[in-house]
């Protein structure tokens, strides 16, 4: 089915490692972007990209990078994983709708611990 | 730069109750408002949307109407159900959130039979 494909569901890092976050979306849209989601503070972007070869910071970016080099994939990689990283991620892609309003496809979220 | 405020929770709400959930924002230009439900263990999903002023989001017997004199787009369910037990947040694109969505803090509604 088309949409947002995250990968993986859960992992558990320990303290100063590193790893990458998959995201991959198969309908063409040119923004997407990356959210924690911590209890009681809702979604915080982290990072987006308004198409391929183009990245911004969000609210959060300190301890993550992002890249676009394609308009499927938007990988999210922590270098040196904290146990303040200990969250859900959400992976989103977006489009403008013609005649205005915005659509979103979030993916499933991947359930990081870092002990 | 843009922001939503919701009303604090936990709701705690008997089933068949009216709920309200408000949420008010700040964004410059003409944003695109949503609400979003969160079931447990689940991921986020849409519940309604509006795109301009005076527009009314509506699904599942939710309904939020776009006041722009008000900058608010507040939730409401006439009768709401133990499966309506979820995390709801408000969020909005647009602005100067080109291409990026802006949330509230997210409220927890529980409905108890």
């Known amino acids: 089915n088309a949409g947002v494909t995250q990968t993986p569901k859960f992992q558990v890092l320990k303290t100063g490692q590193s790893m990458t976050l998959q995201c991959a979306q198969d309908?063409?849209?040119?923004?997407m972007s990356w959210y924690r989601q911590d209890p009681g503070m809702g979604l915080r972007l982290i990072h987006y990209?308004?198409?391929?070869?183009?990245?911004d910071q969000g609210e959060v970016p300190n301890g993550y990078n992002v890249s676009r080099s394609t308009t499927e994939d938007f990988p999210l990689r922590l270098l040196s994983a904290a146990p303040s990283q200990t969250s859900v991620y959400f992976c989103?892609?977006?489009?403008?709708?013609?005649?205005?309003?915005?659509?979103?496809?979030f993916g499933s979220g991947t359930r990081l611990t870092v002990v | 730069g843009d922001s939503v405020t919701q009303m604090e929770g936990p709701v705690t709400l008997s089933e068949e109750a009216f709920l309200t959930i408000n949420c008010t924002y700040t964004a410059t230009g003409y944003p695109s408002l949503f609400w979003y439900v969160q079931y447990p263990g689940e991921g986020l999903q849409l519940l309604l949307k509006a795109t301009k002023a005076d527009d009314k989001g509506s699904n599942k017997g939710f309904e939020a109407t776009y006041r722009k004199e008000t900058t608010s787009f507040h939730l409401e369910k006439g009768s709401v159900q133990v499966s309506d037990s979820a995390v709801y947040f408000c969020a909005l694109a647009g602005g100067t959130s080109y291409g990026k969505l802006t949330f509230g803090q997210g409220t927890i509604l529980t409905v108890h039979p």
């Open positions: 309908m063409n849209h040119e923004y």
């Open positions: 989103a892609s977006s489009y403008i709708r013609t005649g205005g309003g915005y659509g979103y496809t």
């Open positions: 990209s308004v198409g391929a070869g183009i990245t």
